[in-house]
């Protein structure tokens, strides 16, 4: 039996946080494990390996583009494929987070069978 | 996940939204004229932005929109483009009450009405105001001696919070702190706000370099227009040193004035309602129901132990004592009954909620139908637990599609049968005791016996040798069976392949039974019966073989003592009449496998489940009591038949039936023998 896949999603609004989450944990194999906040990303980050990271950009106390800069700047981290999944936000926010090393810039609102189908090419699914 | 529950939480978290919205906006009106706070604008500009996410996601345009033009607004004012004078903050006002307006509509299902035609008006206004400012700007960022990759990674608000603070001349620091990993969260949260009463944190950048295994390292971008030395002594208690950036400076310029538009009554939209109204996730109210459910077995605890005393005499509790703890029970007693039918009232919503819906609709149908037809409504104000009126437009409107569809004739065929040509349907309700009765009648055609007779015969739902037998109320019955239909073609109207079978599930989740009365020539009535809710239930106990069971009394249409000698025997089925109706009957005991014992008379509860009933028989009536059903654990949650467990104040546990599967299982092998549907 292959390893279960662990999904970080970084997402402050609840009812999004839960559709990601649903979306994701109907692809199977997957465990997924949101949090609220850039600060409680940093927190579990260490706690997990996580296979793809997927996280909001606007948020209350650490911005998604520093989260991306702390995850491609990190030994340990850096190879986890990171999804922005953000409302069609400012066109320089999402440069910065491509130059980052965002794997893929999502825009809100999206196609769930789209959304699953970047998934699954990333985990090999 | 279910379809119904995201659009639930959406609103929930919407709402949310919306209402903090106009709380930050309270204050940005309070002080108009300053220049509003950076924090507090940005959070309102969150707020805007998380909601436009959010209903773009769930697919509501209108709320998207104009959330989307209330961002734009509130970032040129947080970028410092535009300046809120009073036309904008006007317009912010207006904005959010047409949003509450929106949701309001989103929660009723409605895509037209005043709200949405303000909502237009509205972001439109925004957008003028917004292209009336043009930018100056040059850049003061790159006179910062702040290296390439910390600047990459700010967004472009923390950017411009950095160029206001070097245009005024603030001092800015780079704060450095290194925290353990097990609590740097909570260090760094104090330190943030320790940070705050002396200056302005303008980004938090988690440093990627600095970090252990253990600790991690921030970067804090902190404008300070206190002394370094003060900085010093705020950063002491958390180790944290700082590092000079820059010291070294023009103010937006106002926006030509534009007329607000005319954008009606706001009244009715009002931010007062919104706050007068706390909204209670149901689930909550189930808990509060279930403690009340537990007081009332304590309750009757109390009252056994009071009658005991009572009963004990001299040789037990003192008298006195005893009357005193009577009456202290009753009183209990009298509290928990105002205690419970409070909670119940909480539930209860008019069934008008789903009737104005049915109306519109209905009126819309009556257009397009080309029939002559008068619509009666009433009963909008008889109250129903709020989960089961939710639950009620489906199967209404589905029903009124087909008595419009399928019931009332044409105006031609009604003259032709010596009627008006003008056709009558009606929609009422009314409240009886712990029911509600909802009737869908017309005074069309009737459902045409012969024409059911021969449908079921065809589709192989009834034998040749049975069809001939059956009675009229058993035909029409049959109407309920999936895939039954009399019409040909399916009609604009009701056609969508779905039947009354789904009527009949619907309703039958919500533990209510469904009647046909039709004549040929006079119409038909659907008669829905509903139980006023699902949260508490009063249940019938009963006795089986010795062991105690609770029958909910929404299913029990009436009880009956029967002889043995007066059951039937039809098709190796034992029959009971009643009023001249047949319905099966079977011993509980029989259905659990319970051994038999001998009974000079049967008490039998007949219960029903839509459109069927059913004979149970007990040994014994020990009383009624409310109960609040629990579910039953792990390893017995599969055992078919019953909906639960409930306590009845003796500490004795006790399961309650789940009326619907036994019918069902029992009504099985007819059905089969109807057919393998």
Known sequence: ?125 | MSEKKPVTEFLAEATEIVEGLSRELVVLDEHRGEEPEPDRLNSIFRAAHSLKGLSSLFGHERITRLAHVLEDALDALRLGKVMADDALIDAFVDAVDALSGLLTMASRDESEGPAAERAVALAQHIESLLSQGPTPVEDPLKQLGLEPSVLHVLTEYEEHRLRENVKKGVTLYKVRAVFSLDDFDQRLTALTAALKAIAEVVSTLPSAQASDESHIGFDLLTACKQSAAELTRVLAPYGASHALISASTAPPRPRPSAPRPELGSSSELSLRSLAQTVRVDISRLDKLMAAVGDLLLTRSNIKRFAEGARAAGPGGLHPLWAQELAREARALERKLDDLQKGILEVRMVPLGQVFDRLARLVRRLLRESGKEIDFEISGGDVELDKLIVEDLSDPLMHLLRNAIDHGIETPEQRVAAGKSRRGRVRLYATSEGNHVKIEVGDDGAGLDEARIRDEALKRGLVTATKAPQMQRRELLNLVFLPGFSTRKQVSELSGRGVGLDVVKTNLQRLSGLIDIVSEPGQGTTFVLTLPLTLAIIRALVVQASGHTYAVPLNSVLEIVAVRPSELRTVEHRQMLSVRGQTVPFVRLSQLFKLPLVEVQQHYVVLVGLAQHRMGLAVDALLGQQDVVTKPLSARLRDVRGFAGATDLGDRRAVLVLDVPALVSEMMRPADAGMGNL
């Open chain 1, 1 to 125: 039996m292959p390893d279960l896949f662990k999904v970080l999603v970084v997402e402050d609004s609840k009812a999004t946080r839960e559709l990601l989450a649903s979306l994701l944990e109907g692809l199977g194999n997957l465990e997924v494990v949101t949090v609220v906040s850039g600060f409680e990303a940093l927190k579990v980050l260490p706690r997990h390996r996580f296979s793809l990271i997927v996280t909001d950009i606007n948020m209350p106390d650490i911005n998604g583009l520093e989260l991306i800069n702390f995850v491609k700047k990190n030994p340990h981290y850096r190879e986890t494929p990171l999804f922005v999944v953000t409302t069609e936000g400012r066109t320089q926010d999402r440069e910065r987070g491509m130059q980052l090393g965002a794997s893929e810039y999502v825009i809100k609102p999206f196609e769930p069978d789209a959304f699953c189908a970047l998934v699954k090419k990333y985990l090999k699914l």
